[in-house]
T-cell receptor, first 109, second 114 residues
Framework: GQNIDQPTEMTATEGAIVQINCTYQTSGFNGLFWYQQHAGEAPTFLSYNVLDGLEEKGRFSSFLSRSKGYSYLLLKELQMKDSASYLC??????????WGAGTKLIIKP | DAMVIQNPRYQVTQFGKPVTLSCSQTLNHNVMYWYQQKSSQAPKLLFH???????NEADTPDNFQSRRPNTSFCFLDIRSPGLGDTAMYLC?????????????FGPGTRLTVT
């Protein structure tokens, strides 16, 4: 079966750095997405990785290792508004998106 | 601004009473998706349209139906809602459904079945 694993919950301090990991086992691979979802709201797109390496976008960076079936989302200079769930999703060989359950990130002052 | 709109934002219905959720988009995207998301769970794809081509997920209950009368609109019909159908229903679009295309989500409809 296809599977995306992420930690259920993480806590970090305002101003710090946090890394949210995602491992996947899917039938084929056509890219990995990270989405942010605030409580009660819709997911919004953060990043897309299809090649190995690091993609940087402001305070957020996303890393991919296809050989290890592994990605992480790195959030720097954390702000209170970053408190949200972060969902990892992989596009499989049929171009379907396989979603993780998300990591709830709690930011403390 | 181009966007994905869902109505209503909140819906309460009684057990067994049919309900229709609507989605419209001004992005002119080919692909539209309906997801069900329960608390702290991954979004679950119910079905999607590539243009007018309807694609039903194998495990989507027959109770759930969908219509896409034109490019801009898509509807989710739940014929006989059960208590287990209480969830957030998310509509999303993507330009072509190809590999790099991200999905754009509407704000969701929170459905409560009593």
């Amino acid at each position: 079966g296809q599977n995306i694993d992420q930690p259920t919950e993480m806590t970090a301090t305002e101003g710090a750095i946090v890394q949210i990991n995602c491992t996947y086992q899917t039938s084929g691979f056509n890219g990995l997405f990270w989405y942010q979802q605030h409580a009660g709201e819709a997911p919004t797109f953060l990043s897309y990785n299809v090649l190995d390496g690091l993609e940087e976008k402001g305070r957020f960076s996303s890393f991919l290792s296809r050989s290890k079936g592994y990605s992480y989302l790195l959030l720097k200079e954390l702000q209170m508004k970053d408190s949200a769930s972060y969902l990892c999703a992989v596009r499989d060989s049929n171009y379907q998106l396989i979603w993780g359950a998300g990591t709830k990130l709690i930011i403390k002052p | 601004d181009a966007m994905v709109i869902q109505n209503p934002r909140y819906q309460v219905t009684q057990f067994g009473k049919p309900v229709t959720l609507s989605c419209s988009q001004t992005l002119n995207h080919n692909v539209m998706y309906w997801y069900q998301q329960k608390s702290s769970q991954a979004p679950k794809l119910l079905f999607h349209y590539y243009d007018k081509d309807f694609n039903n997920e194998a495990d989507t209950p027959d109770n759930f139906q969908s219509r896409r009368p034109n490019t801009s609109f898509c509807f989710l019909d739940i014929r006989s809602p059960g208590l287990g159908d209480t969830a957030m229903y998310l509509c999303a679009t993507s330009r072509t459904g190809g590999a790099p295309d991200e999905q754009y989500f509407g704000p969701g409809t929170r459905l409560t079945v009593t």
